[in-house]
Nanobody
Framework: QVQLVESGGDSVQAGGSLRLSCAASYTDSRVCIAWFRQGPGKEREGVATMNIISGTTTYADSVKGRFTISRDNAKTTFYLQMNNLMPEDAAMYYC?????????????????????WGQGTQVTVSS
C-alpha cells in the first residue's frame, strides 16, 4: 500500500521555476514513483519517473533538460523541479506509484501501469 500527497502547485510566469513535492508513505520500498500531468483537453502524460531502489530516472522528451525528479535522503519525499516553464506545461500534476518493482526495472510512463495516485496539484503558467 502506498499513500501519496502532492503539494507545491502555483501560478508562475513563463520562464519561471517551480518545485512540486510528493510525500509518500509505504512499507515496502520496491516502488516506482512517477509524476504525471494532465492539461485541459489533453491525455494524461507521464513526465518523470524514479525507481526508488536503484535511483534510475526517466523523462518524457517534452520536459527533458528542464524538469528533474529527485528525492530526500529518507526516500519519503519526492520532488519535481521544473525550470524554464512554458505555457504548455500548465496542467494538473499528479504523483503516482507502482509496486512492487525490481531494482533493474525502468519505470514506465503509462498511467495504467500505476496503481496509487495522489490528489493532484495545479500548475498554471502565464505567458
Amino acid at each position: 500500500q502506498v499513500q501519496l500527497v502532492e503539494s507545491g502547485g502555483d501560478s508562475v510566469q513563463a520562464g519561471g521555476s517551480l518545485r512540486l513535492s510528493c510525500a509518500a508513505s509505504y512499507t515496502d520500498s520496491r516502488v516506482c514513483i512517477a509524476w504525471f500531468r494532465q492539461g485541459p483537453g489533453k491525455e494524461r502524460e507521464g513526465v518523470a519517473t524514479m525507481n526508488i531502489i536503484s535511483g534510475t530516472t526517466t523523462y518524457a522528451d517534452s520536459v527533458k533538460g528542464r524538469f528533474t525528479i529527485s528525492r530526500d535522503n529518507a526516500k519519503t519525499t519526492f520532488y519535481l523541479q521544473m525550470n524554464n516553464l512554458m505555457p504548455e506545461d500548465a496542467a494538473m500534476y499528479y504523483c503516482a506509484a507502482r509496486a512492487p518493482v525490481y531494482s533493474w526495472w525502468t519505470c514506465g510512463h503509462l498511467d495504467h501501469q500505476y496503481t496509487y495516485w495522489g490528489q493532484g496539484t495545479q500548475v498554471t503558467v502565464s505567458s
